[in-house]
């Protein structure tokens, strides 16, 4: 039996970018010890009392199939989150709960996009960006941001790419650059978005994770509420990944047309995870900050590390659980330096390009494991990358091409 075409096609056919990653795994479970500095999944786990919430609920009975919507108190949670972070007015009207910010991306192109149409996104990118658009049938079209622009993506790149795009997809603060996209950079896109009549898709679950400048929301700039998808999640702010919960906002209506599709896929989420979501929302910034606090501590030393050396150079990053690196010093891709510090010392790192071809020559850092076996594993990284760089300088020495040998 032949599969559709479009689950067939899912992955587009190339490397799925996850190949260091599962060597990683595969040494683990032979035995060998491997530093893991690869998902973006916190070192701590979902604070007790958010679990004495998510397990009173359930006693309590909240069991049963929840409103499929969401729960009219998480709803309202988040619009308030939304409305005291953005000012921009948002009722429960204009909130859907979704099972993680994974299905929020997945409902808000499915929303947005008919089969064939063009939906634009960032290189480099969130690996399942390109899946989940061609999983609704659209198709996947990528603006390069430049290591050179620091990441920021052009208006103008946008603007060339879009004559016949229905969507725009971006995601501040990033995954993987951990860039935070500059107010001057949002109001180009708006621009963008109004002059090509775009929908955007603004992936935003790293909102609390802003170690400089501010997080803007899209939304909030003039005349985009109307055209915006803002995708949240509970999994980055409060360590709950597992609980699989998050959202979308936009326009009344069509979150209620969205309401319908979760009708027909997902039947919503758990009512005792949404007393547990809306519970840990109540604790307002305090508790996003707490479980944000590591992240921040550890790129400040990671900083400190970086300075001490000149072979690797760290991406002018303001937030997220990432550090990219620069490591064309070395005169390796991403791929080769992440397998050959796998190999050489056991710590497995992200090739840049496995989040599309603009962060070749780079590597993804994830700050996710404690302070001191965080350091450690940086700094054996630059020596790796050092002790490569030294054998590049040599070879580049004995080279006829340069002049002055
Ligand atoms: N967007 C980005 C940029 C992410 O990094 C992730 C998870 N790593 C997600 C969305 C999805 O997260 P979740 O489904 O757990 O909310």
Redesign the pocket.
Known sequence: MEPSTRIAGLLGGGDDGWSVFNRARAMIAAGTPVTELT??EHDIRTAAPILQEMHRATLAGHTGYAAIPGTKALRDAVARRVLYRTGVATTSDNVMIT???????FSAHAAVTDPGDVALFIDPY?A?YPGTIRGVSAIPRSVKAHAENAFQPRPSDIDDAAADARSLLI?SP??PTGVVYSRETLEGIAAVCKQRDLWLIS?E??DTQVWEGTHISPRAISGMAERTLV?G????SHAM?GS???WIVGPQEIIAMMINLATHTTYGVPGFIQDAATYALMQGPELENEVGAPFRRRRALAKAILARQNTVSLVPAQG?MYLMLDIRATGLDGGKFANGLLDAHQIAVMPGESFGTAAAGHVRVAMTIEDSAFESALATLCNFAASKACGTARKDRAAPAFSDV
């Open positions: 998902i973006g099972p993680g910010g994974q299905s929020a991306l969130y399942t995601n990033n995954n992936d679950v790293y995708v999640s509970m999994s980055k990944t699989r919960c998050g997220a």
